[in-house]
């Protein structure tokens, strides 16, 4: 069982970096963001889109991470995939958050600086809120980047860190929800209620099989992996 899954495992990461890559490849030849640099309107639907896509990677990231941590899978170890699914995930919200912010820096309406960007709370338009998104980015940044450093830091203080994950998904929900404009519209408000309740329920399973700790298999997967 053990080889086939290893097998399963390199396939599927080997076509999931190659999708990236092609992909990747066609934005970097097809002049794609030349067209940004001049379309203001298209800048500005290209960084709600990213917020938004990086919104639902970190939903997804969330609780695919609730559920392999939960004794809903019991000592069955979800595989060496799964972590890694866990952490590319939370990799590419990071990446689509950043240039989510990014492509302020370009976008006419609002003049943003690149202090405006990385400072939180002094940006020209809804400081507050917008900061609130500066903010949740450090400490995605934080987050994600210790997936890697898991081995060399102990696992221990790798699960500490990894509870900003929660602070983190608030302040983007409550980013989302109040420095745009759609955060007013109804299927936005929609998705962020559906990812609020699917997140808390699972914590909420989560904190009620905490005192039982969780699996054996899954905690020297993630140890190992």
Known sequence: MVKPAKWLDTIALTLSVAVISITAWWLLNSGFFNTLAT????????????????????????????FISTQFVKNWSPGALSVTMHSTISWLALVLGGAHAALLLVDKYFQFSLADILIPFQ??????????????????????????????????????IHLLSY????????????????????????????AVVAVVGLLGMRLRHVGQGEPAAVRQIIQQS
Not at 39 to 66: F, K, N, P, Q, V
Not at 148 to 155: D, M, Q, V
Not at 167 to 194: K, P, Q
């Open 39 to 66: 379309d203001e309107r298209l800048t500005w639907h290209l960084i709600r889109a990213l917020g938004i896509a990086a919104y639902i990677l970190l939903t997804t990231s969330m609780i695919w991470g609730l």
């Open 123 to 160: 940006g020209p338009y809804r400081p507050l809120f917008v900061g609130l998104g500066t903010l949740a980015f450090w400490a995605l940044i934080v987050v994600t980047v210790s997936f890697p450093l898991r081995k060399h830091i102990g696992y221990k203080l790798w699960k500490t």
């Open 167 to 194: 602070l983190t998904f608030a302040m983007v929900t409550l980013h989302g929800l109040t420095a745009g404009t759609d955060g007013e519209r109804l299927g936005v408000r929609l998705l962020m209620g559906i």
